[in-house]
């Protein structure tokens, strides 16, 4: 069924109709409340595009729940998209597919390794403060997420994920130098064909999101600064 939204433009009773708000969504408001005071900028993108923040469509608005619920927060991404709600699903299932699912035999912490190199050749803030707060906290290494960001090349990585990083910028700085060498790289330290198929679609995933992102001056959620500071010792 075609999806449908509420106008945000509008100012019918509908829409400004009061109710009463969930326990996250109080907190998220308490946060946002508390941060208005910072000095910097502090839009979810520079595009005065109506967004919403609840949907008719039932897919859209578990989802957002979900993030309420799970995140304690809706990522600004999602907030950008979600004045086009079509192309918000269709974001939302590429990313989840990509990044989440089990389709790929990558580990997740590849998966986000990929997006942090990626979002430093682009210099994207936004995905390097998300993304980078992933790696924090799926590898529970705080200084890993910022040595991926400012220079993988001086961190303590096992040969699988050098390699990977190293094929990762070459093909985002200068993808017509890629060749079957390069591919065999990956297979020599242990990667599948299809594992070279993902890399390279998580990298070209990034790669547009990162274009997107600096385009609309996408900033960040607050929360994603603090998430994950402490080192977690592994067991």
């Not at 009061?18 to 005071?37: C, D, S």
């Not at 950008?80 to 918000?88: E, M, N, V």
């Not at 064909?193 to 274009?211: K, L, T, V, Y």
């Amino acid at each position: 069924s075609e999806m449908c939204i509420r106008d945000s433009s509008r100012t019918s009773s509908t829409v400004r109709k009061q109710r009463t708000l969930t326990p996250n969504e109080l907190k998220e408001k308490e946060h946002f409340t508390q941060i208005n005071n910072s000095y910097q900028p502090r839009h979810i993108m520079a595009l005065p595009l109506p967004l919403v923040e609840h949907f008719e469509d039932k897919d859209l608005e578990a989802y957002f729940n979900k993030c309420r619920e799970k995140l304690g927060m809706i990522p600004n991404v999602l907030r950008a998209y979600s004045h086009d709600p079509t192309r918000l699903k269709h974001f939302v299932n590429m990313y989840n597919d990509l990044m989440l699912g089990d389709s790929s035999t990558l580990t997740k912490l590849e998966r986000e390794m990929i997006a942090v190199a990626v979002s430093h050749v682009n210099r994207c803030f936004y995905c390097l403060v998300a993304h980078g707060a992933a790696v924090r906290k799926l590898s529970g290494d705080p200084r890993l997420g910022e040595l991926i960001a400012f220079n993988y090349r001086i961190a303590e990585l096992s040969d699988r994920q050098r390699a990977m990083l190293d094929f990762t910028i070459k093909l985002t700085e200068k993808p017509y130098d890629i060749a079957e060498n390069d591919r065999q790289r990956l297979r020599t330290v242990g990667f599948t064909n299809r594992e070279i198929w993902d890399i390279c679609e998580i990298a070209g995933f990034f790669n547009m999101s990162n274009r997107v992102a600096s385009g609309v001056d996408m900033l960040p959620n607050e929360q994603y600064h603090k998430q994950d500071r402490e080192f977690k010792p592994k067991e």
